[in-house]
């Protein structure tokens, strides 16, 4: 979809711990499984803004590997695995990188505390995806139980329950497979522009303003029927976010008298001041999680 506004699932937020701290609070985790449900290897780290890889080998099957980064000015995440031995396939691949900031913020104007008001921010995404598979799970076969799923998700949003639920803006996608490997995709393309989203708060109230990035894609061969099985979901050009460019009354109407304060120090209006990068950085990095869709129960 395009920039639209919808509540997230406080059930499905509520996995991950939205810590507000005197920063900005930065999460990357990477997350990859081999050939079975015990093998899964996962890292979850806190304001590391290091690029996180994470590989996971089975020798002569197959491999997964998963990478993040995070932090002012860029945002990164991709997921990539290949079943290449035809004779010898894996039961089960997995692979997800996720990263996700935020602030806690406050916004006052004069004579309007306690009622609704809107910002404008922006943000654009770039991403590919690719696939690649045959044998079972192209044989037409619709009982071998082989196939392949994958989502993504690059949203910007607010909670005014400390993270229960966010109100977000963004673009999400899903893909499957069916028994001839055709892959089928619902979602909006992975290469946007620079696009404005209009976000909801309260005057005088703190909001958790938050950003994330995902990208996670699984495939199942559980009778381990010959086949070969690969893709990659690359993120790794990054999703960038513009800063707050406008503030409006429930009406609808510009105010222009306001203060804006984080616990963070940031100025979220002015996406330059807080980017510790050469000033050609411009911009500020979206990152991920909150909404583990509810597909990921099949890990």
């Known amino acids: 979809m395009t920039l639209t506004k919808f509540a997230s699932i406080a059930a499905a937020i509520c996995l991950l711990p939205l810590t507000v701290s005197a920063q900005v609070s930065f999460i990357t985790e990477v997350r990859v499984l081999v050939h079975d449900y015990d093998g899964l290897r996962e890292n979850y780290f806190q304001n590391e803004p290091d690029l996180k890889v994470l590989t996971h080998s089975v020798e002569n099957i197959a491999t997964a590997t998963s990478s993040a980064q995070l932090g002012f000015g860029y945002n990164k995440v991709s997921a990539s695995f ?20 935020n602030d806690e913020v406050l916004i006052e ?40 799923y994958g989502f993504w998700d690059a949203w910007i949003g607010t909670s005014t329950d400390q993270g229960g639920s966010y109100l977000v803006g963004g673009w999400f996608g899903d893909w499957y497979s069916d028994e001839f490997g055709v892959i089928w995709y619902t979602g909006d393309d992975l290469t946007q522009p620079m696009t404005e989203v209009t976000l909801e708060f309260i005057d005088g109230q703190p909001f958790l303003l938050g950003g994330n990035l995902e990208a996670y894609f699984d495939a199942e061969n559980p009778n381990l029927l010959s086949g070969t099985i690969g893709g990659r979901l690359d993120f790794s050009h990054s999703a960038y976010w513009d800063g707050i460019s406008g503030f409006f009354n429930g009406s ?14 940031v100025d979220w209006r002015d996406p330059v001041n807080p980017v510790p990068e050469p000033a050609s950085l411009a911009v500020l990095a979206i990152g991920i999680w909150a909404m583990a869709r509810l597909q990921r129960t099949r890990i």
Do not use: C, H, K, Q
Request: net charge negative.
């Open 252 to 265: 609808g109407l510009p105010v222009e008298n306001i203060t804006l304060n984080s616990r963070s120090g």
């Open 109 to 148: 104007s004069p004579g309007l505390e306690g009622t609704l008001g809107t910002f404008t921010a922006s943000l654009r995404v770039e991403g590919t995806a690719e696939f690649n598979m045959d044998g079972v799970y192209t044989n037409g076969d619709p009982y071998s139980d082989a196939g392949l």
């Open 82 to 101: 290949d079943a290449f031995n035809f004779d010898n396939p894996a039961g089960r691949m997995m692979a997800n990188a996720r990263t996700f900031w």
